[in-house]
């Protein structure tokens, strides 16, 4: 009896899990069908592109937009099942998701934006030291040399 209880136990937790993994594949085909879904990709890319990661592979973009879309559905994985996630809150997430994306990409760029400044700054002042002014040595040392030989004479 004890036997055929423990069974009974293991048979609903399998059945349970497998109705989680449905919910699970439910949920993943709602978000790849959203209209906001393409937008997500996009904005996930442009993330990883902002980092240098999503150039490594300029000439692999179905690859890597793959790869973006199977990190997308295996992170996204909200607390309710999806038979309880309505249309308007899958809505709200997916807006939610874009935003906080595009936001994500804009507080990356921007340390990255003053660094660029930086770097070009400091270049175009290296380009004016360098650059031959009326008063850059070799100039100097013929005026010095010319204005020493009036004082030979």
Excluded: W
């Excluded at 309505?86 to 994306?101: H, I, K, P, T």
């Amino acid at each position: 009896m004890e036997a055929n209880k423990n069974n009974n136990v293991g048979v609903n937790h399998h059945h349970h899990h497998k109705e989680e993994e449905d919910d699970d594949e439910l949920l993943k085909i709602r978000i790849s069908s959203h209209p906001l879904y393409e937008r997500l990709v996009e904005n996930h890319l442009n993330c990883l592109k902002v980092g240098g990661i999503g150039d490594r592979g300029r000439n692999n973009s179905k690859s890597n937009q793959r790869k973006a879309e199977h990190s997308i559905s295996t992170k996204i994985n909200p607390c309710c099942s999806s038979m309880q996630l309505n249309q308007s809150e899958l809505d709200l997430f997916m807006e939610g998701y874009c935003s906080a994306l595009s936001k994500l990409k804009e507080a990356m760029e921007e340390p990255q934006q003053q660094t660029i400044a930086f770097i070009n700054g400091m270049h175009s002042q290296l380009r004016d030291l360098a650059r031959p002014t009326h008063l850059s040595p070799d100039v100097f040392l013929a005026e010095t040399e010319r204005n020493n030989s009036k004082y030979v004479d």
